[in-house]
């Protein structure tokens, strides 16, 4: 795990597993107002002055509830190399955004599983926030807390197209799998951040709490029409 940046609560458990947000000394009890963030120590090239990266990740992660009304989510991220953990970003601001709830140069996938009622849909979603916590695009998601979720998020250069996929399996078994999938067009990465960015995953918790886990994280990238491709690839942790 060299190759990792861990800010704020986030911390590395001796199964390899990356928790986001704190917990009490058991492991067990998840606490209020925490913010943990994991990421990729090496910027990432995301444009030139004629060309725009593909990217692919994919992250296997759950978010283990309390009491029945698990809070708050995980998101991945892409931003400024210099990127910090905004003051007053815990809970619904899931560690990106600061209190107003916008912030330049930033792009997201957000995996929320509470509502907050000021910006939020009225439902649990994945979300694509293009600098601002108010999702561009979302889907309902519902009944995930406890499971594991698998999320493949791509960015095709070329259509300039975010898209999510995520299935959720009950104690990581493959049956009885629920798959959602959300998608955005017209997401031109190189006006919105700059050449290289840093790119990670953020988790938080609020007045409502939950245990969010990375069980593991893959990245991959390439700038598109080179005939040598500058790639990032990574693994946090083997599957668990």
Not at 157 to 166: E, G, H, P
Not at 199 to 217: F, K, P
């Amino acid at each position: 795990q060299e190759d990792l940046l861990l800010q704020g609560d986030a911390y590395a458990l001796e199964n390899g597993i990356l928790r986001l947000t704190k917990t009490d000394a058991s492991g067990t009890v998840p606490q209020k107002n925490s913010v943990g963030r994991v990421l990729y120590s090496a910027p990432v090239h995301l444009w030139d002055s004629s060309r725009l990266a593909t990217f692919e990740t994919t992250i296997r992660f759950a978010i283990t509830h309390t009491n029945n009304n698990p809070a708050d989510g995980i998101a991945f991220f892409l931003a400024p190399q210099d990127t910090t953990i905004p003051s007053g970003s815990q809970g619904g601001d899931l560690g990106i955004f600061p209190t107003s709830g916008s912030q330049d140069h930033v792009v997201a996938v957000e995996f929320d599983v509470y509502v907050n009622g000021q910006w939020d849909p009225s439902y649990r979603h994945i979300g694509i926030d293009i600098e601002s916590r108010d999702s561009k695009k979302t889907t309902e998601w519902e009944s995930v807390s406890g499971q594991v979720v698998t999320a493949r998020i791509n960015y095709d250069a070329n259509l300039k197209r975010l898209s999510v996929s995520a299935t959720a399996s009950p104690q990581g078994r493959r049956v009885n799998q629920e798959t959602y999938t959300v998608t955005y067009d017209n997401v031109n990465l190189k006006t919105l951040l700059p050449e290289y960015v840093r790119v990670g995953i953020s988790g938080a918790t609020g007045q409502e709490v939950a245990i969010h886990d990375i069980r593991s994280w893959y990245f991959f990238s390439y700038l598109v029409n080179i005939a040598k491709k500058e790639k990032e690839d990574m693994y946090i942790a083997q599957y668990v």
